[in-house]
């Protein structure tokens, strides 16, 4: 029987050259890709395959570019393969390889607790959690009958998650019900729980798909150089690692149904909680959304709400009044909360004196008459009310931060933003966040970390607006968002210390620079996370006002994190906004060498959306902004990445060509030039990457003389690079051993181990692990190939690499050593 079938070699040619492996599999997907890359080459250097698609066979072969290329070159692989028995044995060696480095399919281990806590004084609501256990018992029930031969069990096993829709105006109370039930019920769902507030108060606001997704595979255990960077990938491996499990997923605040379908899980035992102001109709119709509408509170819930929050000793005596305020609310949980809180924390207030406030604010010229009832045509009325009687009760100080945080609508607020934008103290910042929590004008979301509801931001705006005037509004803007700029630099000189910058916002930083510690790198790297949403705020607020010096510096502060955690989607939009604001800042007699350098990165965006030809562009575009400004680094940085493009498509020696000529630049800026100090560094890493593309053209001995230049150029280096030079060292091993010297290569890879250990990278050590194996195997050594693969599993698994680890049990098994 052939052992090559069209089917199978068609798919990991697929897999490897459709830029799934290049974002998501690490180096072993690397390997894998030049893997082939390696086969196609020795078939056309034998007249067995064409070269690239001009036709021209004098030059070598590229990436396949689409699907008629992918399925051309498989059958071209299997012809091989039946003409030459050595390319046979080869080709099926590296289908083995392939199909290892293939996501796994099985599920993670993970058990995600992403729910917030639910609130103490939940009142009523009875009625949703009654509907969603009458849904999951009724299911169960079908799927436990057989009477129908079993149709009804496999119609339960192969259907979709169960997807239940909350529905109501903001401020009802939506969000609090659908964490309570999720609490709940979360002992039927063994596997977890995830939330994510999509924000969808606005089609401007709403959150992409792609972000959470991102978020979600985190949760689920999937490390960050492992998580696709396009929007199908993720989902297809989102809902490969949800399949089979039972898990809650909360999605708070929908705008539309686009925003939901990519975050189903595919599983039918699985439950998935939606809450919107709008239908979705789509949800209902494809998905089987069970809807339930919210409404207000009755009265008696409002008046026992409003007794819960306030505490029942200040209704005692005044409950009549109370009443009357409880109906000013509306049955809206947020108002009276907030209403209640004033109550609790003001001894002083009574319900009498707030039953006329309400009835002056509600009749005030200007007011809605509609305010204080559930009015079809402003159903918010109740809570803007209720809020403006609140804010009306603020002390000067708290009132004028409660206006300034509600300019723009922030993903969440950190006590350090809110003392950027009023220009105040940390201290006095906390203490103010505190008071407006106490009274509900703003939510507590996390350790010091606030949120406001959309409502009660737009009241607050308007406030701002209409008190401060226009020239204070924009300062406390600007305040804001470069606040976020000087944290985003700060933490991003600790991400990547020894990477050049630009911009007068490293020259601010208030943190010392050379902290190589990994623990610190990694602290850095969750706090640029934890303000990821923020940050692309601050990009579009930034552009909106006209900041354009403060959008593209927050780009380039964004690089580190965008490099090691993805999420691609943002850094394109972030990238598209800071590209045109820094022209537009170089024509303003701005800074002429930041558009070359922000559209590098962007081009670094699109490469790992597997978007070449718009990577190709901008740093075609930025290779020549460079030029114009006079900035040779800049112009060496975005020739290097076209020939880091180069080596993506297997254009080996297009890739060697432009590091040669990234490498003239950069050794022809003189002393005292910009860039000068990180020449010694860029050199290096352009050795390192010319012995890459020397190895991709199939020339291993030239390649490990290379490499071993690069190694020296590192250790020469006034601050040690360590983790680049275990990575050179990782690039030899693998040099030696494809010039067939695999007792060479065991040196510089166990070196490289300890490097990588030293350095707290995980993943990289377990690579090298892999790679030390590959040496015993080929020296006929199985005990040390497994002693090698045991250490590699046990990085796999302590970093929660399923993948990894499903593959290295794989060839344990196969040594019988599993």
């Not at 046979?88 to 199909?99: H, I, V």
């Not at 580190?560 to 590209?579: C, D, I, P, S």
């Not at 181990?753 to 020296?779: I, S």
Request: one cysteine or more; a negative charge; glycine letters at 10%.
């Amino acid at each position: 029987m052939d052992p090559f079938t069209t089917a199978a070699v068609l798919a990991a040619v697929d897999t490897a050259t459709s830029g799934a492996l290049s974002g998501a599999a690490g180096e072993m997907g690397r390997r894998t890709t030049e893997g082939l890359s390696g086969l196609v080459r020795r078939m056309w250097r034998r007249g067995a395959a064409p070269g690239d698609p001009t036709g021209d066979p004098g030059t070598p072969p590229v990436l396949p570019a689409d699907a008629e290329e992918r399925r051309a070159l498989a059958t071209l692989l299997i012809e091989a393969a039946r003409r030459e028995p050595d390319f046979a044995r080869d080709l099926a060696a590296w289908l083995r390889e392939s199909a290892a480095t293939a996501p796994a399919t099985a599920p993670g281990t993970a058990r995600p607790r992403l729910l917030p806590p639910g609130t103490a004084v939940f009142t009523d609501r009875d009625h949703v959690l009654a509907a969603i256990t009458e849904l999951l018992d009724g299911e169960d029930a079908t799927a436990d009958d057989t009477s129908d031969g079993g149709t009804s069990r496999d119609r339960r096993i192969g259907g979709a998650p169960h997807v239940v829709l909350l529905v109501g105006p903001g401020g009802v109370g939506k969000s609090a019900a659908a964490v309570h039930c999720a609490l709940a019920l979360a002992d039927r769902f063994p596997d977890g729980e995830l939330y994510a507030d999509l924000r969808g108060a606005s089609a401007a606001t709403a959150a992409a798909p792609s972000g959470t997704l991102v978020r979600f595979l985190h949760g689920l255990g999937i490390p960050a150089d492992r998580v696709p960077a396009g929007e199908q990938a993720q989902t297809d491996l989102y809902r490969d690692r949800t399949a089979g499990r039972r898990m809650i997923v909360l999605l708070d605040d929908a705008h539309s149904a686009a925003q939901v379908t990519p975050l189903l899980p595919a599983s039918p035992g699985s439950l998935v909680l939606v809450t919107s102001r709008h239908r979705l109709p789509e949800l209902v119709r494809d998905r089987g959304a069970r809807t339930i509408p919210l409404g207000p509170l009755s009265e008696a819930d409002s008046l026992r709400l409003l007794t819960r929050v306030a505490g029942p000793r200040r209704v005692a005596g005044q409950r009549a009044h109370a009443e009357a305020v409880a109906a000013r609310c509306g049955g809206f949980p947020l108002a009276l909360c907030a209403t209640g809180a004033r109550v609790a924390t003001r001894e002083h207030v009574s319900w009498e004196s707030l039953e006329r406030e309400f009835a002056t604010l509600a009749h005030a010229p200007g007011a809605d008459p509609g305010a204080g009832r559930d009015d079809a045509a402003d159903p918010h009325a109740p809570v803007r009310l209720a809020t403006d009687v609140s804010y009306r009760d603020l002390p000067p100080a708290t009132a004028r931060l409660y206006r300034l945080l509600g300019l723009c609508p922030w993903p969440g607020i950190s006590v350090g933003a809110a003392a950027a934008a009023a220009g105040i103290p940390h201290a006095e910042a906390r203490r103010l966040l505190d008071d407006l929590a106490e009274v509900h004008l703003l939510e507590e979301i996390g350790e010091e970390r606030y949120h406001f509801h959309d409502v009660v931001r737009r009241h607050a705006e308007q406030r701002a607006h209409a008190e401060d005037g226009r020239t204070a509004t924009t300062a406390a803007v600007r305040r804001m968002i470069h606040w976020y700029l000087r944290f985003a630099a700060d933490a991003d000189a600790l991400v990547i210390p020894g990477r050049w910058h630009l911009g007068p916002a490293y020259d601010e930083r208030t943190r010392p620079p050379g902290d190589r510690a990994p623990q610190t790198a990694r602290a850095a790297l969750d706090a640029l996370r934890r303000e990821r949403e923020n940050l692309a705020e601050a990009v579009r607020v930034a552009e909106e006002h006209g900041f354009d010096d403060l959008a593209w510096q927050l780009c380039e502060a964004m690089w580190g994190m965008h490099l090691r955690l993805g999420f691609h989607e943002q850094w394109v939009t972030t990238h598209l906004r800071g590209a045109e604001a820094a022209h537009r800042c170089a024509d303003a007699l701005g800074d002429r060498r930041a558009e070359g350098r922000i559209r590098t990165q962007l081009a670094f965006a699109y490469l790992g959306l597997g978007r070449l030809t718009d990577a190709e562009a901008e740093l075609t575009t930025a290779a020549a902004c460079d030029e114009r400004a006079g900035h040779h680094r800049g112009r060496a940085t975005a020739v290097e990445s076209l020939g880091l493009l180069y080596l993506r498509q297997w254009r080996y020696e297009d890739a060697e060509q432009h590091f040669r000529r990234a490498r003239t630049i950069l050794r022809n800026i003189g002393p005292g030039e910009d860039g000068e100090r990180d020449v010694p560094r860029g050199l290096a890493l352009l050795e390192h990457h010319i012995g890459r593309a020397l190895r991709g053209q199939g020339r291993p001995a030239a390649s490990v003389g290379q490499l071993r230049q690069a190694l020296a150029a590192f250790r020469e280096l006034p601050e040690r690079d360590r983790y680049n030079e275990a990575r050179i060292r990782m690039s030899l091993g693998e040099s030696l051993l494809a010039a067939g010297d695999p007792a060479g290569a065991r040196t510089p890879l166990d070196k490289a181990l300890v490097t990588m250990e030293e350095e707290g990278a995980v993943l990289q050590q377990a690579d090298a692990a892999e790679l030390r194996a590959r040496c015993a195997a080929a020296l006929g050594d199985a005990q040390d190939e497994a002693r090698c693969l045991r250490v590699a599993l046990d990085l796999y698994e302590a970093s929660g690499d399923d993948g990894g680890a499903a593959r290295v049990e794989a060839r344990l098994t196969q040594l019988g050593a599993g």
